[in-house]
């Protein structure tokens, strides 16, 4: 296909379909965080000295380029958390895992829906109802067994059994443990008292606590879910990708359990 002088191929709109995607993934990526005025300041950069290379300006080139020679590894180090989460994102946008393949096969379809750790349900259930009664913070964060290793250097470690008492005793004000969060990965709680990467996401209002922006914070960064408990209202919120629920009634609050626990389990 000619358009005046330009000539595009199939593969050219392929291409730049592919480059517009990948913009826009790093547009998502990046807003709300301070990361984007820096992206914005090397694509800046970028440009300037594409110029000074066009123009012929060769001291100036010289000297840009110098700095341009360590731009990937500058972008790996400033950017760290967000390629995590860029490489997470791809993950979890894969098109085959939404995929029903019991339609598919038909011997798949008389298995048993999978069911969510009851034992544990009820003890999150139970102490979150408590915690939002007596308003009593608390962090939760529900974590696989990939993920959990992340929080593997901060924290106390237990290694025990979801219970009611238990998180009652974590989360207890006078707990030295209960400003940190706790870490639950199947059926037990891993660690307690871990401290969580704090986000940056100027989008979030300014009535959100730390306790929140915690959360927000983890989930931006790894791909777990997290629950909170506001202190100051005793209301329940969860989050999920670096986005939060407010306000969660009991039954959303279940209904969010039953999914996530049965993913932890596969």
Same mark, same amino acid.
């Given at each position: 296909?000619?358009?005046? +002088?330009?000539?595009?191929?199939?593969?050219?709109?392929?291409?730049?379909?592919?480059?517009?995607?990948? &913009?826009?993934?790093?547009?998502?990526?990046?807003?709300?965080? #301070?990361?984007?005025?820096?992206?914005?300041?090397?694509?800046? +950069?970028?440009?300037?000295?594409?110029?000074?290379? +066009?123009?012929?300006?060769? /001291?100036?080139?010289?000297?840009?380029?110098?700095?341009?020679?360590?731009?990937?590894?500058? *972008?790996? !180090?400033?950017?760290?958390?967000?390629?995590?989460?860029?490489?997470?994102?791809?993950?979890?946008?894969?098109?085959?895992?939404? &995929?029903?393949?019991? $339609?598919?096969?038909?011997?798949?379809?008389?298995?048993?829906?999978?069911?969510?750790?009851?034992?544990?349900?009820?003890?999150?259930?139970?102490?979150?109802? %408590?915690?939002?009664?007596?308003?009593?913070?608390?962090?939760?964060?529900?974590?696989?067994?990939?993920?959990?290793?992340?929080?593997?250097?901060?924290?106390?470690?237990?290694?025990?059994?979801?219970?009611?008492? #238990?998180?009652?005793?974590? +989360?207890?004000?006078?707990?030295?443990?209960?400003?940190?969060?706790?870490?639950?990965?199947?059926?037990?709680?891993?660690?307690?008292?871990?401290? *969580?990467?704090?986000?940056?996401?100027?989008?979030?209002?300014?009535?959100?606590?730390?306790?929140?922006?915690?959360?927000?914070? &983890?989930?931006?960064?790894?791909?777990? %879910? /997290? !629950?909170?408990?506001?202190?100051?209202?005793?209301?329940?919120?969860?989050? $999920?990708?670096?986005?939060?629920?407010?306000?969660?009634?009991?039954?959303?609050?279940?209904?969010? #359990?039953?999914?996530? #626990?049965?993913? %932890?389990?596969?």
């Amino acid at each position: 296909m000619d358009i005046g +002088f330009l000539k595009f191929r199939l593969i050219d709109i392929i291409d730049i379909l592919l480059v517009a995607f990948l &913009i826009y993934q790093v547009y998502r990526l990046l807003r709300g965080s #301070l990361a984007l005025n820096i992206f914005i300041g090397l694509v800046v +950069f970028f440009v300037i000295t594409q110029l000074t290379d +066009f123009l012929n300006m060769r /001291v100036t080139k010289s000297i840009l380029s110098q700095f341009m020679n360590l731009g990937v590894i500058a *972008l790996l !180090i400033v950017f760290q958390p967000e390629i995590r989460r860029f490489l997470l994102q791809l993950g979890r946008s894969n098109p085959f895992k939404e &995929i029903n393949f019991s $339609k598919w096969f038909k011997w798949r379809s008389n298995k048993e829906v999978p069911k969510p750790n009851q034992q544990v349900k009820d003890g999150l259930l139970g102490a979150l109802n %408590k915690f939002s009664e007596e308003r009593i913070g608390a962090l939760i964060v529900l974590a696989d067994s990939r993920e959990k290793t992340f929080f593997e250097d901060t924290g106390v470690r237990l290694d025990a059994f979801v219970s009611i008492k #238990l998180l009652q005793s974590v +989360f207890d004000k006078t707990s030295p443990l209960h400003d940190g969060a706790a870490i639950i990965s199947g059926d037990k709680i891993t660690r307690a008292g871990c401290i *969580l990467p704090v986000s940056e996401n100027s989008d979030l209002p300014s009535t959100v606590g730390l306790r929140h922006r915690a959360a927000v914070g &983890i989930t931006e960064q790894i791909d777990v %879910k /997290v !629950i909170i408990v506001s202190e100051e209202t005793g209301k329940i919120s969860y989050a $999920k990708e670096g986005k939060l629920t407010y306000q969660l009634q009991r039954k959303a609050l279940s209904s969010i #359990l039953d999914v996530v #626990l049965v993913d %932890k389990e596969k």
